[in-house]
C-alpha cells in the first residue's frame, strides 16, 4: 500500500497562476484533509472532507477550492495563487478507530509563488 | 490564547535520558490526542494516539493524558540521536471528531 500520495512534489508559480495539487489515498479511509505548514505557524487546516460528496471549511481556505473527487482523491485549486501562498501543503486522510480518528500524511508539496 | 500549546524548545536531552514533552489544551470537550514526529523536510508521521486518562506504552514512547488538568505528555526513554525531531501534538477540539488542532510543535535535540 502506498498510503497517502501527493503530486507534484515541488512547484514553482508566479503570481496569478492557478494549479491544482493532486492527493490520493488507497486505505479506504473516509476522511480527508488539506493542510498548510508554515515556519512558527504549525499545521493549518485548510478543508476538510469528514466523507465522499462533502467538503468544510478549515481554518484558512480562503483563496483555496476542493473537489472530493471520489473517495480516493481529494484535490485542492488554487485559482490566482498569490505569496503568500508560499507553503508546504500536506494531504491527510483518516478512518475511525474507536473514538479514535488517527490521520495519515502524504509526502507534502512545497509551493512557491513569485 | 492559543488552543493547543507546546513549548517551541529546542528541548536537548544527552542519549541514553528521558525526554518529555509536553502539551496544554483549551478544549475540556476534547476527547481524542495525538503526537507526530517531524523530520525536517518530511511530512507528520503518528507515534501515539490516546482517549483515555492515564499512560500508554509503546515501545520507548509512553502518552500520558490528564482530562482534568487538560494536558497530555510524551515520554521517550532511553532517546537516541534518531528520535531528534519535531514533536506534534494534536487535538480534537470542540468535539468534532474528524478535526484535528496542531500544536506549533516542540524540537528535540539528542545529544551524543
Known amino acids: 500500500n502506498a498510503g497517502v500520495t501527493q503530486t507534484p512534489k515541488f512547484q514553482v508559480l508566479k503570481t496569478g497562476q492557478s494549479m491544482t495539487l493532486q492527493c490520493a489515498q488507497d486505505?479506504?479511509?473516509?476522511?480527508m484533509y488539506w493542510y498548510r505548514q508554515d515556519p512558527g505557524m504549525g499545521l493549518r487546516l485548510i478543508y476538510y472532507s469528514a466523507s465522499e460528496g462533502t467538503t468544510d471549511k478549515g481554518e484558512v481556505p480562503n483563496g483555496y477550492n476542493v473537489s472530493r473527487l471520489n473517495k480516493r482523491e481529494f484535490s485542492l485549486r488554487l485559482e490566482s495563487a498569490a505569496p503568500s501562498q508560499t507553503s508546504v501543503y500536506f494531504c491527510?486522510?483518516?478512518?475511525?478507530?474507536?473514538?479514535?480518528?488517527?490521520?495519515?500524511f502524504g509526502p507534502g508539496t512545497r509551493l512557491t509563488v513569485t | 490564547q492559543k488552543e493547543v500549546e507546546q513549548n517551541s524548545g529546542p528541548l536537548s536531552v544527552p542519549e541514553g535520558a528521558i525526554a518529555s514533552l509536553n502539551c496544554t489544551y483549551s478544549d475540556r470537550g476534547s476527547q481524542s490526542f495525538f503526537w507526530y514526529r517531524q523530520y525536517s523536510g518530511k511530512s507528520p508521521e503518528l507515534i501515539m494516539s490516546i482517549y483515555s486518562n492515564g499512560d500508554k506504552e509503546d515501545g520507548r514512547f509512553t502518552a500520558q493524558l490528564n482530562k482534568a488538568s487538560q494536558y497530555v505528555s510524551l515520554l521517550i526513554r532511553d532517546s537516541q540521536p534518531s528520535d531528534s525531531a519535531t514533536y506534534l501534538c494534536a487535538v480534537n477540539l470542540g468535539g468534532t471528531a474528524s478535526k484535528l488542532t496542531f500544536g506549533t510543535g516542540t524540537r528535540l535535540q539528542v545529544t551524543l
Open positions: 491527510a486522510s483518516s478512518g475511525t478507530s474507536g473514538v479514535l480518528y488517527e490521520q495519515y
Open positions: 486505505m479506504n479511509h473516509n476522511s
